[in-house]
């Protein structure tokens, strides 16, 4: 069921095809002792379909989950990132892939790069589903993106707007939104 002010830009079948070849493309770096830590909230259909498709590609990853927010819209505090839950393993040695919904500023990303980096892990890949390109405030270079999204503001497939549409099947634009 599509809804009627939410336009399709991804659908399920393209999210799934494309999971699959991630999932491939990450298998083939060959990753030791893996930890898969998916960046709540955006991320956590796509870390499911994600793994899943890991699971098929031989890979046994044990799973984390780490929630940072962000202040993109304080204009005091702006690109401070704060938080909320941490991973729980230690990643020394480890080959960490950071999953994410959408990488625009770069910041949670480098941030959490940074930090895993520091506790000592042997390698930490970057895995976005959808990457904004031309919108990057600190440097930071996916290892691995879903697609290459239009500078719009999408919803679904776990991405909110205000805490709505995460439930919806595909990615999507609400019309008349950025
Ligand atoms: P940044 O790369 O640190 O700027 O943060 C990217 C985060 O901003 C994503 O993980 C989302 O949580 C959020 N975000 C950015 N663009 C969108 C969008 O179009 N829809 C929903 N969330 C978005
Ligand atoms: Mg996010």
Known sequence: MTLPNVTVLYDENRIAAR???LAVEIAATNPERL???AVLKGSFMFAADLLRALHGSGLEPEVEFMH???YREATVSSGQVEILRDVQSDVRDR???LIDDILES??????AKDLLMARGARRVLVCVLLEKPGKRAVHIDPDFVGFTCPDVF?????????HAFRQLPFIGHIKGLG
């Not at 770069?106 to 941030?111: D, E, K, N, Y």
């Not at 919803?155 to 909110?160: K, L, P």
């Open 19 to 21: 999971n699959h070849s």
């Open 95 to 97: 080959d960490v892939l």
């Open 35 to 37: 930890l898969a830590v």
């Open 68 to 70: 940072v927010s962000s």
């Open 106 to 111: 770069g910041r949670t990303l480098a941030f």
């Open 154 to 162: 999408v919803v679904g497939y776990g991405m909110d707007v205000a």
